[in-house]
């Protein structure tokens, strides 16, 4: 080996070392500049404050399984936000009223819209020139769970199953009528007369409540209820559910058959909440209570009082509310052209 050559390796070898050490310094640099950015971030989100009362608005009346659910929300939502939370009730419109007022607001965090299916999934394929965009007008924050549905009757209706109705229907056509205040219940209804091939009334309400109280009244026959509504009518015996709108049975209720083993496929219909601010709304307000909506969701006692009421609750992050949301357009464009239904 000449001097030369000897020199050059050498040479190279030192250079690999100190590109190596400059390297290996450069990559805990930067590890260190994306933690503290990371932790940044973080303390900023925490450290938001929200001081003026946060209005909590719901697209359903009181006693509605959305507003029940809502009181839960608002009460750990408080605590955790160290402000007080308003709920504001804005039934009507099947949720249009409750979702542009919302959409319209200013997006300071102070206004938020707790709401399902009905408003951001259904409606655009229900309603003609709908006053708000589901996607663009909304700041996504959570989802909040999914509710379970039942096929409800009064206690002392002649239908012990789910066939006897339908059969009753045939019989008498238009004059079997079943109640709805959303979505969900319209497009069950309308698919389950579709798919038995009988005309069913369908009467529209406001709120879930007014639906029981005239089907105990005998204004009607049916309704799709969740159970956070009639809940404490099947526990006092007051109405019978027929069926429930899962693919399995709900554990609370296990002796009620899915409406596959009543005879009916395709009917596990998910009704689920989120959780949206106006769009626009800062993304350190969002992550704030992002935050505190998953640490809510992550409490024993809280998961618990939804199943009590046929909620399964869990949270998510803004970006996968706002996926679901578009996946589930298209979906509920699928269930609303099943069901017969037009925008009108």
Not at 128 to 149: C, E, H, M, Q, W
Not at 264 to 290: E, K, Q, S
Request: hydrophobic share 45%.
């Amino acid at each position: 080996m000449t001097l030369t050559t000897y020199f050059s390796r050498l040479n190279r070898k030192y250079m690999y070392r100190q590109t190596g050490f400059f390297c290996a310094h450069w990559k805990i640099f930067l590890l260190c500049f994306l933690g503290l950015q990371s932790f940044s971030l973080f303390a900023q989100s925490s450290a938001v404050r929200i001081d003026t009362p946060l209005k909590l608005v719901i697209p359903f009346g009181p006693g509605s399984g959305t507003d029940i659910y809502a009181r839960m929300v608002a009460q750990s939502l408080s605590q955790a936000m160290g402000t007080s939370v308003i709920i504001d009730n804005r039934p009507g419109a099947n949720g249009v009223l409750a979702a542009d007022f919302v959409a319209k607001a200013k997006p300071d965090g102070n206004t938020l819209l707790l709401t399902t299916n009905t408003t951001h999934a259904a409606n655009p394929h229900l309603i003609k020139d709908l006053r708000y965009d589901p996607v663009r007008d909304f700041a996504p924050i959570s989802k909040l769970g999914n509710l379970t549905f039942f096929l409800l009757v009064p206690n002392e209706s002649p239908h012990q199953q789910l066939s006897n109705l339908v059969d009753a229907a045939k019989k008498a056509p238009n004059q079997v009528s079943f109640g709805y205040s959303n979505s969900f219940g319209l497009v069950s209804g309308s698919k389950l007369g579709r798919v038995a091939g009988v005309n069913f009334l369908s009467v529209p309400y406001k709120s879930s409540p007014q639906i029981i109280t005239d089907m105990l009244g005998g204004q009607l026959q049916f309704a799709f209820v969740d159970l956070a509504a009639a809940a404490p009518l099947v526990k006092a015996g007051r109405v019978r559910a027929l069926a429930v709108l899962t693919d399995k049975r709900f554990p609370l209720l296990a002796q009620v058959p899915t409406m596959k083993e009543a005879g009916y496929n395709d009917f596990n219909v998910v009704a689920w909440f989120g959780l949206f601010a106006p769009a626009g709304t800062p993304r350190p307000l969002v992550d704030r209570i992002n935050k505190e909506v998953l640490t809510m969701m992550s409490k024993q006692d809280f998961r618990d009082k939804g199943a009590e009421l046929g909620i399964d609750v869990f949270g998510s992050s803004p970006q996968e509310l706002e996926d679901y949301v578009k996946s589930q357009i298209l979906l509920w464009a699928k269930f609303t052209s099943d069901a017969g239904l037009k925008a009108e």
